[in-house]
Every structure is written in C-alpha cells, then in structure tokens.
C-alpha cells in the first residue's frame, strides 16, 4: 500500500477532542481514521494501512494498554509507530508505554493541538 498521503489512526473515545484533532490534521494534508476504542482500532489496523497511530489509553471496551498489547502481537516489528495522547502521565503508565514500543508520550492537558500536530509531524514527516 502506498503511503504517500499520510496515513493516521486516532484513537480516542471523546468525539469532541477527537472531531477537532481529526479536523485540524485534515487540514495539514493526513487521511484520518477514528476508531473510538481499542477494539475499533484493532478491526482499522487489520483493514487498512497507517503511518501513525495517536491513541488514548482510558477508553471503554478495549484500553489504549490492551490495545498496545493486541498490536505488538499481531503486527510485531511492522507496527506502525504510536503516539500516547492522555492524561494519565505517572511514571509507571509511561514506562509500560514505552516497554510497549510507543514513540512518544504526550499530556493532554499540557498541549495543544498545533503542538500535538508538530510531535506527529516529527515522527512520521510533514
């Protein structure tokens, strides 16, 4: 699959951030996908290809931990890179996200959105 466009999968149950966030990347030139839990995350990467994944970790059905975890089993080394947008921030969540191979660990209360389009820039390009 052709990646040209990029690609990313936003994962966050609230449809307000996750409206805002999807748009304001839209408008840089990404294709976004929402899935608003873990479980609709996992049914998109077995669809579809992406460049980036920015989950949230507290959502129903399916955790952004459980999530991480479902990931690194099915698609191993050829997981596409994963930004954590939450705010849950102790060391101990942050350690199991990097031990989970996420790239990048943002609070969300201590963002905004220009600054979260700039980390996602810095990983995957403009």
């Given amino acids: 699959m ?6 990313i ?3 966050e149950d609230d449809t307000m ?5 999807a748009s304001s990347l839209e408008k840089e030139g990404y294709e976004v996908a929402v899935a ?9 990467i077995e669809a579809k290809g992406f460049s980036i994944i920015v989950l949230d970790l507290i ?5 952004g931990f459980e999530f991480l975890e479902a990931l690194v089993k099915n ?5 596409p890179p994963a ?5 849950l921030a102790q060391d101990v969540d942050v350690s199991k996200t990097e031990a989970l191979g996420v790239v990048k660990h943002i609070v969300k209360t201590e963002v905004s959105i220009k600054q979260i389009i700039e980390e996602i820039q810095a990983v995957i390009g403009s």
């Fill in 59 to 63: 959502m129903p059905k399916m955790d």
């Fill in 75 to 79: 698609k191993g080394e050829n997981a």
């Fill in 2 to 7: 052709s990646l040209d466009k990029k690609h």
């Fill in 36 to 44: 608003n839990n873990g479980e609709e995350a996992v049914s998109a």
């Fill in 9 to 11: 999968l936003l994962v």
């Fill in 17 to 21: 951030l996750s409206s805002l966030l």
């Fill in 83 to 87: 930004i954590v947008l939450s705010n």
